[in-house]
Each structure stands twice: as C-alpha cells, then as structure tokens.
C-alpha cells in the first residue's frame, strides 16, 4: 500500500493508567486525521472512518481553549483539548491533513494540544470528541478564522481617461486584490481626510482569497478641481483579530475639473474715472477673452474717462464653449462726484436751518 493511501493518522497513548495498545496505530482511510489519546484499554475501538456526528451540548466535559482563533495565512497555531473528569475511552482531534499538524499531550492530565506551525489551510474546523462505552461521543469545535489582507488597493475612474468636465457623472472603482474571508472587509471612499459615503461590504462568504471591486458615482464642481480621492479595505475580524484591524490604502488620484468661462463681474459697472476698466473671467482651462464695443474688438481701457463709458460685450472661450456677457459701464468723474458731495451738502444746511 503506498503512502498516500494512508490518509488517517492515529496517535494513541496513556493517560490515566497504562496500556499495551501500539502507541502509532496507521488506519488507512480518505476522511480527515484523528488524533486521539486513549484513557482505558478495555474499549474496542470504533471503525475510525465513521464520521463524527455533531453532538455537542451542555453536557460535553470538553473544552477548547482558546474557544476561537484568528490566524494570518502562513502563520503557527495552537488550540488545547481537555475534558473533566476521567469517564472516558479517549478523546482525540479531527481535523483536516495538514503536513506539519502534531498532537501533544500529558500522561497525567488528560488533554491534547493541536498545532499547526505553518497553516495553509483556509476552511479549517478542527473538532475535539471524546468517545466513552455508555453515553457514546460528544464533540466541540474549534472557531478558526484563517485570514489574508489585500495584496493591493488601487483607485481610478471607470471608463474615463482625463480631466473631468464640471456638472457632468462620473464613477470610481476601489479594487482590491486577494483578500480573505471578504465577508469581513470593509471599503471607504475618501475625498482628501473626508469619507464620501458609509462604508461598503461584500455580499459573498468565501473563505479562500479573491478579488473584489467597489463603486462610487459622483457629480464633479468646481470645487472638485484639485481634490484628492483614495480609498482603504479594512479587514475587521472582531475582537479575537489583530487590533487594529489591518488596513490598506489605494493610491492617491487627484481630480481636475474642467470648467468656465465664468464672469464674476455685474451687469452694471461703475468705473472712477482713471482706474482700470476690468471684469474677471474665471475658468479650467484659463478661457480666451475678448472685448466688444460696437460691434468692433476693442481693448479695455487702463485709464477710463468719460469716453469709456457705454455697453461692451466681453466674449470667453472655454472647456465648456464660448459665452457671451453684456456690460454697461458708467464712469464716475472727480467733478461729478465732487458737486454730488456738494449738493449734498447744501441739503443738510437747509435742514438744519429749517428745524432751528
């Protein structure tokens, strides 16, 4: 019979009075490894390849310490088996094939420690059983979570290349790669230090890695231009997990707005005679703008005088096409406003007189 028809693993020895039973018993068959540890020599036995039935309620003297484990792929674990009292066969582990799995125990007390130094298993449930010749078995299990954090979080658009174009809907896709068990992995959209919408999960309960892709649509503005946007996957494993939780971050994806022309002037413009004749034009890219008086291209004064007064147009280019604006511009003479201030004056004297 080769060795690998030999799939059951029997580890037998003393632990409350002696026995003449071979201390490595090989069963062959296709089920999992069942280490056990034998209390009485008196007991047959049973055909190993059963199946262990769960039976496990409040009656079970065994106990598993730690009650649940959280491991990273590729690290060691360890779980202790014990049970109270001495009415038993033998208790033992059944657990899954594992190369570099081994069973230790004491002759005087009566538990057994499983231990993995490599776990490279990912659906691993590990059961303790204790079998006895009235009351037949009773079984626990162990609570073990084999868990692997992102290889890689990356954000970027979907199906866009390039600036963004103001008012206009766009999505962002957090992916992330090879992650285990993704029922516990959370993904938050940042814009700069601020998260854009509640955490997301995954709807699928596997235990071995995969990859998993996250969506978020947005509406650009102008405040958008320059903004940073990341995401994170956070792999929350509860309290039995590493604290903090791990965490990993995308890259950073900064955001440019195309927008404009915008004119942050009012239809009504007041000039004082010898200042400039300006009205700002605001856009992404920097639009193209020209002046209209008349029908003809005119350039805006530098020092407005009563000649400068009138309507213009001003005309921008932008990203997002080419915008017209109509101006009436009055200039404000030094001698207009120094008679407005006279008359003014006057006024109030001849108030003051009439109410003496």
Same mark, same amino acid.
């Given at each position: 019979?080769?060795?690998?028809?030999?799939?059951?693993?029997?580890?037998?020895?003393?632990?409350?009075?002696?026995?003449?039973?071979?201390?490595?018993?090989?069963?062959?068959?296709?089920?999992?490894? /069942?280490?056990?540890?034998?209390?009485?020599?008196?007991?047959?036995?049973?055909?190993?390849?059963?199946?262990?039935?769960?039976?496990?309620?409040?009656? %079970?003297?065994?106990?598993?310490?730690?009650?649940?484990?959280?491991?990273?792929?590729?690290?060691?674990?360890?779980?202790? %088996?014990?049970?109270?009292?001495?009415?038993?066969?033998?208790?033992?582990?059944?657990?899954?094939?594992?190369?570099? $799995?081994? /069973?230790?125990?004491?002759?005087?007390?009566?538990?057994?420690?499983?231990?993995? +130094?490599?776990?490279?298993?990912?659906?691993?449930?590990?059961?303790?059983?204790?079998?006895?010749?009235?009351?037949?078995? %009773?079984?626990?299990?162990?609570?073990?979570? #084999?868990?692997?954090?992102?290889?890689?979080?990356?954000?970027?658009?979907?199906?866009?290349?390039?600036?963004?174009?103001?008012?206009?809907?766009?999505?962002?896709? %957090?992916? #992330?790669?090879?992650?285990?068990?993704?029922?516990?992995?959370?993904?938050?959209?940042?814009?700069?230090? +601020?998260?854009?919408?509640?955490?997301?999960?995954?709807?699928?309960?596997?235990?071995?890695?995969?990859?998993?892709?996250?969506?978020?649509?947005?509406?650009?503005?102008?405040?958008?231009?320059?903004?940073?946007?990341?995401?994170? $996957?956070?792999?929350?494993?509860?309290?039995?997990?590493?604290?903090?939780?791990?965490?990993?971050?995308?890259?950073?994806?900064?955001?440019?707005?195309?927008?404009?022309?915008?004119?942050?002037?009012?239809?009504?413009?007041?000039?004082?005679?010898?200042?400039?004749?300006?009205?700002?034009?605001?856009?992404?890219?920097?639009?193209?703008?020209?002046?209209?008086?008349?029908?003809?291209? #005119? #350039?805006?004064?530098?020092?407005?005088?009563?000649?400068?007064?009138?309507?213009?147009?001003?005309?921008?280019?932008?990203?997002?096409?080419?915008?017209?604006?109509?101006?009436?511009?009055?200039?404000?003479?030094?001698?207009?406003?120094?008679?407005?201030?006279?008359?003014?004056?006057?006024?109030?004297?001849?108030?003051?007189?009439?109410?003496?």
């Amino acid at each position: 019979m080769s060795v690998s028809e030999w799939t059951r693993l029997l580890f037998i020895f003393p632990l409350l009075k002696p026995v003449t039973t071979s201390p490595h018993l090989l069963l062959p068959s296709p089920n999992p490894t /069942i280490h056990t540890s034998l209390a009485s020599p008196s007991f047959t036995t049973p055909s190993p390849t059963a199946p262990l039935i769960s039976t496990q309620d409040e009656q %079970c003297p065994l106990s598993i310490t730690p009650p649940s484990l959280v491991v990273r792929y590729g690290d060691p674990v360890s779980a202790n %088996c014990s049970i109270m009292g001495t009415d038993f066969i033998y208790i033992g582990w059944e657990v899954p094939e594992l190369i570099d $799995a081994s /069973i230790e125990g004491d002759m005087m007390v009566p538990f057994l420690v499983w231990t993995v +130094k490599t776990m490279k298993e990912w659906s691993v449930r590990p059961t303790c059983f204790r079998l006895n010749d009235h009351s037949g078995q %009773c079984v626990t299990q162990l609570d073990l979570t #084999v868990y692997k954090p992102p290889d890689s979080v990356s954000i970027s658009y979907v199906n866009h290349i390039g600036p963004e174009l103001e008012a206009q809907q766009y999505s962002l896709q %957090c992916q #992330v790669q090879d992650v285990a068990p993704v029922e516990n992995l959370t993904v938050t959209f940042y814009r700069g230090q +601020k998260a854009l919408a509640p955490p997301q999960s995954s709807n699928r309960v596997q235990k071995t890695p995969v990859s998993e892709t996250f969506f978020l649509n947005l509406t650009s503005s102008i405040e958008d231009d320059g903004a940073v946007y990341w995401c994170e $996957a956070k792999l929350d494993l509860g309290p039995d997990g590493p604290q903090p939780p791990p965490v990993v971050k995308s890259n950073h994806l900064t955001a440019t707005v195309y927008f404009g022309p915008q004119f942050l002037c009012p239809e009504k413009l007041q000039v004082r005679e010898g200042d400039e004749l300006t009205c700002e034009v605001r856009g992404n890219p920097s639009p193209s703008v020209t002046w209209h008086r008349d029908g003809q291209v #005119v #350039v805006p004064p530098t020092h407005s005088n009563g000649e400068h007064a009138g309507k213009y147009t001003v005309s921008a280019q932008g990203a997002l096409g080419k915008f017209d604006f109509t101006l009436d511009v009055e200039v404000l003479t030094a001698k207009g406003t120094s008679n407005d201030c006279g008359i003014f004056l006057v006024a109030v004297l001849i108030q003051l007189i009439y109410w003496l």
